[in-house]
């Protein structure tokens, strides 16, 4: 029986050890006879390395090696080619890893590290995208696996018919993931067996390829991941710290601390790919839409191919007979691009929710009530109903939350002093999935009861969510219950990531526990330990394939001095429909984090990079500039009753990226609405403002 332990508020049940410091991280656990290792970064674009002279550095006290190509322990096999470190002398990208300095201390191996010389033979490279580059191909699919491109009706015969059209291109720079704990590992080699300690967000995954890159069984590798510092994607796989670190331990025989710092993570682990993207839109003078194009670039490296999904979430957002989506991709002498907090949705809905805002204001219509009119009644891109759809219910929620029937829909029409006050909004969607995931649930004879799944923490409050679904489907007070996760010897679980993790893991743990309550007919705790445990891989396998969306709408309102061009942030709200929610405390820190990062994304973020050396200029926290508390003066994050049958036990749809899609549009559309300016290329930041003449 439910003792209606989800939907009750419940801070995190380890926020008083990570608020103390008792909470380990990955480089925080104590190790007898453990080194330090620090990484050396190469310094140009394109080449091989000729020469590392290494004398300097292990003359330096403290230091007892140097790890690199020509004396690192061999792999076994290229499971990507992003992870084939210190096994070769080419290099793809400035700011490659190509040595690793191992010492006594963390001062003695960065001194180390500085010490290494590295001669090379260097090439000619590429590095900026452009929309006429020579190499623009079309990729076989982009992430995970989407066709690269779609198309429905006539296009262009349905453009050019129309009697309003818009036709823009909107661009966005690198984004780098900044979570606050970096990338890092502790690594130990015992009789054959690996035991790490890694900032990852998935165990069960990362256990995988490190026991095919160093040719051990899986039961011969462990991966601990218990407390995570953040990774808003970055950290979905194995990355290079944990396979540097590994390598570094084998080779000096004892374990290794290696924590990558600020500036080493700017690149090499992954980032948001700077996008083009050209929107067209067609419709008729009541605004309904009659054709669609969305046609977008971005890059990848010379080593590994990652097509960022831009262009799909504008296949099921609005409904027109006439859609055109593309992708193209161009290789660089850059490190590859790889997943960030809602990868692809997120600048796509950027593009796809701004050429809205200016369709509604050439066709004269309010941009909540545009979104209405061409609000699909079944999925344009599967021709499947969805199994819900709440986007009209966020919108007028939102709307009424946020008063904006009261707005002057005239740009430029509310001045307050020397500042010019503007509101946009915009649509939020993002894809719900589930994936096969195992747990294990035992009943104690104190009463107490163990839930052990490989789930991953990752700052998002997943130990606590989890803690609720399983008191829920055990009918007992969630005190009773004990969860331990982040650790590859527990029941396989996949990633956090995708928005996809509390539906997958608490899929097995409902199903676990029902099987244990089976076991225990009267309920009464058993004389000695009783276990029981699920695996979902054959239930999820046969779940229809239908259209699954959480979705949203965010509304901003903005001051711009009309002296500076400094834009300020007076007020946010964002109203959700995303299933069932478990825990509404982690779940409003979710969807207000969400809703944060695309504000930084619209008005501050960005990656500068110079062609001459390859490589963003802006790579700590001093110069890329990111939201901070002072930038949000009002943030409100809601949702709507939503039930939906049709996604999985415990009917959730995820909420850790909703919150990021479509919030940078809404804040660029209300700079618009505030100046009459319309910027297309992000970040909104005062040098686009000042000396227009229009915001005098």
């Not at 040719?215 to 995570?228: F, G, K, T």
């Not at 809602?342 to 545009?370: H, K, Q, R």
């Not at 500042?419 to 969607?429: E, I, K, P, Q, R």
Request: hydrophobic share 40%; with cysteine; charged share 20%.
């Amino acid at each position: 029986m439910s003792t209606g332990a989800i939907g009750q508020a419940h801070p995190r049940l380890e926020g008083r050890e990570k608020v103390t410091g008792a909470a380990r991280y990955a480089v925080e656990y104590p190790v007898d006879g453990v080194t330090y290792g620090w990484v050396v970064p190469a310094t140009v674009v394109r080449g091989r390395i000729t020469r590392i002279d290494t004398t300097e550095a292990l003359a330096s006290p403290g230091v007892l090696a140097v790890v690199h190509h020509g004396n690192a322990p061999r792999l076994a096999t290229m499971v990507e080619p992003d992870l084939w470190l210190l096994q070769d002398p080419a290099v793809h990208y400035r700011g490659q890893y190509v040595a690793v300095v191992v010492a006594l201390s963390l001062e003695a191996a960065r001194e180390g590290a500085r010490l290494v010389r590295v001669e090379y033979d260097t090439g000619p490279h590429s590095t900026v995208l452009t929309d006429d580059h020579p190499g623009l191909y079309k990729p076989d699919e982009v992430n995970p696996h989407y066709p690269t491109d779609t198309a429905e009706g006539d296009f262009d015969a349905g453009y050019a018919a129309a009697p309003v059209r818009v036709d823009a291109t909107y661009r966005t720079p690198a984004y780098h993931n900044n979570p606050m704990e970096p990338h890092a590992t502790t690594a130990q080699w015992t009789g054959g067996r690996l035991l790490v300690h890694d900032s990852n967000q998935g165990a069960s995954s990362v256990r995988a390829t490190l026991s095919e890159l160093f040719d051990l069984p899986r039961e011969s590798v462990r991966v601990i991941a218990e407390h995570v510092g953040g990774g808003f994607g970055s950290k979905g796989y194995a990355k290079a710290a944990v396979v540097l670190t590994a390598l570094a331990a084998r080779h000096v025989d004892r374990p290794v601390k290696l924590a990558l710092t600020r500036q080493q993570i700017f690149g090499p682990i992954g980032y948001r790919t700077p996008t083009i993207q050209r929107v067209r839109l067609a419709a008729d003078t009541d605004g309904r839409l009659t054709a669609i194009s969305h046609d977008a670039i971005s890059q990848t490296s010379m080593i590994r191919e990652f097509a960022e999904q831009t262009a799909v979430y504008t296949r099921s957002m609005y409904a027109a007979p006439h859609r055109r989506t593309t992708h193209r991709l161009t290789r660089l002498d850059v490190p590859t691009p790889f997943w960030m907090r809602a990868p692809g949705e997120c600048p796509g809905a950027y593009a796809l929710e701004s050429a809205m805002d200016e369709l509604a204001v050439a066709v004269g219509i309010d941009p909540v009530e545009l979104r209405v009119r061409n609000d699909p009644e079944v999925d344009p891109d599967q021709g499947k109903p969805f199994t819900s759809r709440n986007l009209v219910a966020c919108l007028r929620e939102g709307a009424r939350r946020f008063g904006w029937a009261d707005r002057n829909p005239t740009p430029r029409s509310r001045r307050e002093g020397r500042f010019l006050v503007g509101s946009g909004m915009a649509g939020s969607a993002y894809p719900t999935r589930s994936r096969p995931s195992s747990a294990r649930v035992t009943a104690r004879p104190d009463g107490g009861f163990l839930v052990q799944i490989n789930a991953t923490d990752i700052g998002t409050g997943a130990r606590t969510a989890l803690w609720l679904v399983a008191a829920d489907a055990l009918g007992v007070p969630p005190e009773r219950i004990e969860i331990r996760i982040g650790d590859s010897d527990l029941p396989t679980a996949p990633l956090a990531g995708g928005s996809m993790g509390t539906s997958s893991w608490s899929w097995a743990v409902i199903r676990a526990c029902a099987a244990l309550r089976a076991k225990l007919p009267d309920g009464r705790p058993p004389d000695a330990e009783v276990s029981a445990e699920a695996d979902t891989t054959d239930e999820i396998g046969e779940q229809a394939a239908l259209p699954r969306y959480a979705y949203g709408a965010q509304f901003v309102e903005v001051r711009v001095d009309t002296t500076t061009g400094e834009i300020r942030l007076n007020r946010m709200l964002g109203v959700f429909a995303a299933g069932r929610i478990v825990n509404p405390t982690t779940a409003r820190s979710q969807l207000i984090g969400g809703m944060t990062m695309g504000l930084s994304m619209a008005l501050h973020e960005g990656g500068l990079l110079d062609e001459r050396y390859g490589d963003w200029v802006n790579h700590d926290l001093a110069t890329y500039h990111i939201t901070a508390c002072p930038d949000v003066e009002s943030i409100e994050a809601y949702w709507v009753d939503e039930h939906d049958d049709e996604l999985n036990l415990a009917g959730v749809k995820g909420i850790g990226e909703i919150g990021i899609v479509g919030a940078a549009a809404a804040v660029a559309n209300a700079v618009y609405h505030a100046t009459g300016v319309r910027i297309r290329d992000l970040p909104i930041q005062l040098d686009k403002l000042v000396g227009v003449s229009e915001l005098a």
